[in-house]
């Protein structure tokens, strides 16, 4: 009986408290080969909140994280995804990384009406009407990096090299096309696919430089993952190539990846990102001094961080807009709202769930931070690339056509859901 | 003296003519402060124009991120700091001290590399007769990088007063290659031309092949005094038949062929009472009504004629067609095209030779992970699928021991024997808390030590965390052994190279020479018989067992000097691992050594022949090896009679 009675008094106060907070779910992986990355981005989120609560919560409420683990295992993150909404009732998830957990959840999300914030950089190609992507589309890292070596390093051949999974391969696409657009031969783009985790690089070195026999600038553009960068800046090195010469610019090398690694054999190559830790920005001190407190003076911010930074913001105000965080609410209110970013300017939220950004690029530095030496205006994600022929067409506009992959050209909502 | 006149010459005429270094600088101020090669050239120009000592400073700063800007005013300044809070601000022009301001009220004006180049090039002449030899030696760099024919004068003045040797050597290399590109006279280009015929280097055949650039023009249309290249005829890899007729209609010796849209617009333009030039509406479905309603609209002059039955290739069969070059002087042309077909030739065989190292490399590192297996699957018969975890715990040995010492030389040397102790205790612990009870039961040793292997990932992840981890090799490994431009091969592969072939020697050793090694393979032929022979085959078993486990721990060390440490450093290594030893023939030393050796050329050479995707040549590799399985089942070196043990 006691049991009983005291089984009821927790049901209750569960429930009483349901009333007042405002849930968050956290999907990111704490366990398994994505941890290290997305621990951070939980750790983030926490952060945030736990200021947001420090401000007075949201409409009156408290805001309480639900962290799940979707253990880097993409199958689950789509169960996680329904725990975080059917059993915790969610208001919001923050979470992802790669794209494959991404395409995991987007149907579970779509089928509960659910609102995620997707804060890492991806191959675009895609728009969800649950989903907010506040990392970068192509045309927000790749094409600007491209126009960088074109117009300021007067680079005339290319060596596009990348691991082989959906990312590159659908950067390189788009990359490859964007470059005969811009004149360059075909036969001037040299494009190679590596396993992950590959380290056997001293023969694609050696095909990288004899590329310039023909008295041609030659530079790389890198969609490799992970530890195989490794091995490849060690390899560039031991063949005596400075950035120089032929200079690297990458699209998976941030702070965090560089944190811990002996950097000599990097120094002046590139990466292109929205976000460097270095950016020189009253908003952005006060964020990385928040994030040393909290977490420890060794560790750094990176663009993924930046992402949800805004992405967490924009959410927070817009539900104080539409004064309710019911989903297709503060969807209509997501449209159109600003925050100022950590770089300085600021962040646009669009109708086809892209926002618009700066686009940044640094030269890596002995300390393993980036020194930025090119920043653009605010540049609008874009959903579906202009560059292929087959994406060109279509368009993604929820606010006013309320479709994610409009037909242009035949003026048809082609589908709602994002199956594809 | 004439010098002396010259700067009495800038020093009047500085006044009166340029404006001051400031007034430019502040008339630029935007276009400096965001550095782009595209409005650089202007600046960069004006501000040598001023001729001043200061003025070349300002470039050499602005090369070298030195300088920096106020936030308020926008005023460009160098800055002097001690404690890198608060920085005296120096103006560009008097060298004076302007004002002291704390950090985050200035910024610092970061070129990109694109606009340092242009920076170093423009600063060549100043840099190639400064007194210092590395600031000649940058001078000569940042020319090779961005050749001007303003370069040339003053490089060879330069090349001229230079003392040091080598230095003279490389200064002597440049003005050879601008004297290709940039000098009037044709025998000096030929001269430069002929003495790169024996370079390899990537410059060199950079220098020489926009020689050799050439457009292929209509024959009537070549003027008199071309260099003329040759014939060429379309429908070859050069000149296309589409290219070709694109050539004639640019002439107006032809008149395009309408694309179907092109054709279908006009029609359209003339339809008239449901009929086109006569032809009914009705019928323009077939492809074949519509062509002739085009051509009478042509005959009428509504549209352009076009034969519809010559194809591209009949249209362009009347005509010639040659390539000129776009280089003048047939002697320069000629010489370049000898040099790098002699040039070609030998990078040709050099090429053969790099690959031939590569795949000596790779089989190298394959046999150095693939010999402690040789040793517990080949020899002992034991499926060890934590093979690889042991290679992992080696190399993370070898990352621990660099964070506790950190003189690199000294952390590696320490590190091998550790890696071997820690990976053979390991394996001495594996074999007698889990193998020994498994001997001769193959499905469950597979799975039991596959279990084990996924255990010891996760803990080197709870440990190491998933981020690769550094393991720095010592400076003197560092860089390429340079045969020559093309044949070169870095001394950490040269290293793993040696240390494999120690191994190789010490196995042999140790299984043929010693009485370790006789019992060893005693046991593995018949343990019962070696038993009753006063050999104990446990604790044989125990020894082999450790020491194949302890060499994996050594090559963990090796492998991750070349590449990276992580986790998964050994699941990449234990399929190419079995594949080695399966392929070499089980129970052998030898055949280990002839399947990396094999595994290694192969995984090269189909590298050579699809050099686009890496993961596509191992994929063919392997079902070479399948294939090669079939007819080969016990690998290349086959173990025969009793010592095949079955």
């Given at each position: 009986m006691k049991k009983l009675l005291l089984s009821s008094a927790l049901i209750a106060a569960s429930a009483g408290t349901a009333m007042a907070e405002i849930k968050v779910g956290i999907l990111h992986s704490?366990?398994?080969?994505m941890a290290i990355s997305e621990t951070t981005l939980k750790d983030t989120m926490l952060m945030l909140i736990e200021q947001q609560n420090a401000k007075g919560g949201l409409l009156g409420e408290k805001l309480v994280p639900v962290v799940v683990d979707p253990a880097s295992d993409w199958p689950l993150f789509a169960e996680k995804a329904r725990e975080l909404l059917?059993?915790?009732?969610?208001d919001v998830i923050f979470g992802n990384w790669t794209s494959v957990s991404r395409k995991s959840v987007l149907p579970v999300i779509e089928e509960l009406n659910g609102l995620l914030f997707y804060p890492v950089q991806y191959e675009g190609e895609e728009s969800s009407k649950n989903v907010f992507y506040t990392g970068a589309a192509p045309n927000q890292q790749a094409i600007p990096a491209t126009d960088y070596y074109l117009?300021?390093?007067?680079?005339?051949k290319f060596a596009l090299l990348g691991t082989d999974y959906v990312y590159p391969r659908t950067t390189n696409k788009i990359l490859e096309q964007y470059l005969k657009d811009s004149g360059?031969?075909?036969?001037?783009i040299f494009v190679n696919y590596t396993p992950?985790?590959?380290?056997?690089w001293s023969k694609i070195v050696a095909d990288v430089v004899a590329l310039g026999e023909d008295g041609k600038k030659v530079g790389v553009i890198s969609t490799i993952n992970g530890d195989a960068n490794i091995g490849f800046y060690k390899e560039l090195a031991a063949a005596g190539v400075s950035a120089d010469d032929i200079p690297v610019v990458a699209f998976s090398v941030g702070e965090e990846e560089l944190a811990?690694?002996?950097t000599t054999n990097l120094v002046g190559h590139l990466a292109a990102w929205?976000?460097?830790?270095?950016?020189?920005?009253e908003a952005n001190t006060s964020f990385i001094d928040a994030w040393k407190d909290t977490m420890g003076a060794e560790r750094v911010t990176n663009d993924p961080m930046e992402a949800h930074y805004i992405g967490f913001n924009m959410w927070v105000n817009a539900a104080t807009a539409a004064g309710t965080t019911d989903v297709d609410a503060v969807r209509d209110a997501m449209y159109g709202q600003e925050f100022p970013n950590l770089t300085g300017g600021t962040a646009v939220m669009l109708p086809n769930h892209h926002l618009a950004k700066p686009v940044l690029i640094g030269e890596i530095q002995e300390d393993g931070q980036?020194?930025?030496i090119s920043q653009t205006a605010e540049v609008p994600g874009d959903a579906?690339?202009?560059?292929?022929p087959e994406s060109a067409v279509l368009k993604s506009d929820?606010?006013?056509?309320?479709?994610?992959?409009?037909?242009t050209e035949t003026n048809t909502c082609v589908q709602l859901k994002s199956n594809y | 003296m004439y010098r002396l006149l010259l700067v009495l010459c800038f020093f009047f005429a500085h006044p009166i003519f340029a404006q001051s270094l400031t007034e430019i600088v502040e008339k630029h101020q935007p276009n400096i402060l965001k550095g782009s090669v595209k409005t650089a050239a202007p600046i960069i120009a004006d501000i040598q124009a001023v001729g001043t000592e200061a003025a070349t400073e300002f470039l050499t700063n602005w090369q070298d991120k030195a300088l920096w800007f106020i936030k308020e005013t926008g005023q460009i300044v160098s800055v002097v700091t001690d404690d890198k809070k608060t920085y005296q601000l120096i103006d560009?022009?008097?060298?004076t001290l302007v004002t002291e301001l704390a950090k985050k009220d200035i910024k610092q004006i970061k070129p990109n590399s694109g606009l340092r180049k242009m920076l170093g090039s423009a600063l060549v002449t100043g840099k190639l007769l400064s007194p210092q030899k590395e600031i000649r030696l940058a001078g000569v760099d940042a020319l090779i990088r961005d050749p001007k024919a303003s370069h040339l004068d003053p490089l060879r003045v330069a090349l001229e007063a230079e003392a040091d040797i080598e230095l003279k050597g490389i200064m002597d290399r440049a003005e050879r290659q601008l004297t290709i590109q940039f000098d009037d006279l044709e025998v000096a280009r030929v001269a430069a031309i002929e003495s790169f015929s024996n370079d390899l280097s990537v410059e060199a055949r950079g220098t020489l092949n926009p020689l050799l650039s050439n457009k292929i023009m209509l024959a009537d249309l070549v003027p008199e005094d071309a260099n003329i290249k040759g014939p060429i005829t379309p429908g070859s890899e050069a000149l296309t038949y589409e290219d070709a007729f694109d050539l004639l209609v640019a002439a107006e010796k032809a008149t395009p062929v309408p694309t179907n849209a092109e054709i279908a617009s006009i029609l359209e333009a003339n339809i008239e009472n449901d009929t086109i030039a006569g032809f009914?509406?009705?019928?323009?479905?077939d492809a074949d009504t519509r062509i002739k309603a085009y051509l009478a609209l042509a005959d009428a002059g509504k549209a352009l004629a076009f034969?519809?039955?010559?194809?591209i290739a009949d249209l362009v069969a009347d005509h010639e067609f040659i390539a000129v070059y776009v280089e003048t002087s047939k002697a320069v042309t000629d010489a370049a095209s000898n040099a790098l077909d002699q040039i070609n030739a030998k990078v040709g065989f050099s090429r053969f030779i790099d690959l031939a190292l590569d795949g000596v490399s790779l089989a190298s590192i394959y046999f150095l992970a693939a010999i402690g297996l040789a040793i517990t699957?080949?020899?002992?018969?034991v499926i060890n699928m934590a093979h690889g975890e042991f290679i992992m715990m080696g190399a993370y040995t070898g990352f621990v021991v660099q964070q506790i010492i950190p003189n690199y030389t000294v952390s590696i040397i320490l590190a091998v024997p550790l890696a071997f102790a820690v990976t053979f205790a390991a394996g001495v612990a594996m074999e007698r808390l889990v193998i020994r009870h498994l001997y001769h039961r193959p499905l469950e040793t597979l799975l039991a030590t596959f279990g084990i292997s996924i255990a010891l990932q996760q803990i080197a992840k709870n440990i190491f965390g998933t981020q690769a981890r550094p393991l720095t090799a010592p400076g003197?490994?560092?860089g390429s052994l340079v045969i020559n431009e093309v044949i070169q091969i870095s001394w950490i592969r040269i290293a793993i190279f040696v240390l494999s072939l120690l191994f190789l020697l010490l196995l042999l050793f140790i299984l043929n020479k010693t009485r370790l090694g006789l019992e060893t393979r005693a046991v593995t032929q018949n343990p019962r018989m070696a038993a009753s022979m006063g050999i104990n085959p446990d604790r044989i078993n125990m020894l082999t067992f450790g020491l194949g486990s302890g060499i994996a721990g050594i090559a963990g060390v090796a492998i991750g000097l070349y590449a990276k440490v992580t986790s998964e450093l050994g699941a990449d290594y234990i399929v190419q691992s079995f594949m080695t030893v399966v392929v070499g023939g089980v129970g052998n030393i030898w055949g280990t050594l002839a399947g990396a050796t094999m595994i290694g050329f192969l995984q090269k050479g189909i590298e050579w022949f699809n050099p686009s995707n890496t993961l596509a040549a191992q994929t063919y590799m392997i079902i070479f090896i399948i294939i090669f399985i079939q007819f080969r089942p016990r690998g290349i070196i086959a173990l025969k009679g009793r010592a095949a043990g079955d």
């Open positions: 704490l366990s398994g080969t059917t059993v915790h009732e969610v117009e300021e390093l007067g680079v005339e360059i031969a075909a036969d001037d992950f985790g590959h380290s056997d811990g690694l002996d929205n976000y460097f830790q270095s950016a020189d920005a980036f020194d930025i579906w690339t202009d560059f292929l929820w606010k006013e056509l309320g479709c994610g992959m409009f037909n | 560009i022009e008097t060298g009914a509406l009705a019928d323009m479905s034969d519809p039955n010559a194809t699957f080949g020899v002992m018969r003197w490994l560092d």
